[in-house]
């Protein structure tokens, strides 16, 4: 019965262009914003937003918020472990 409601289920045609993406980025930066404010998981809030106002499924939502939020964390974490001499480059390298 899923199956026969996802095939007779049509996505809507996605607007594509710098507005669509100077939205996603202005969402994100929203979501960035209230996360820091309030404490919460960015993704809380981006993943819904991506669904419902820029039509991604699920999957890309969730994907999307992992490449928006975890890259900088990571760099910023490794700067101030780099800095604290917490990094053994030697290793990690190679």
């Not at 990094?87 to 990690?92: A, C, D, F, L």
């Amino acid at each position: 019965m899923r199956a026969v409601a996802l095939a007779k289920w049509k996505r809507l045609p996605v607007a594509e262009g710098f507005g669509r993406g100077a939205g996603i980025f202005a969402i994100a930066g929203v979501c960035g914003v209230a996360s820091g404010m309030f404490g919460i998981g960015g993704g809380v809030l981006l993943v819904p937003l991506l669904g419902l106002l820029f039509a991604f499924s699920q999957h890309r939502a969730q994907g999307t918020s992992l490449v928006a939020l975890i890259p900088p964390t990571g760099v910023l974490a490794l700067v101030a472990y780099s800095k604290e001499g917490f990094v053994s480059w030697k290793t990690g390298c190679c």
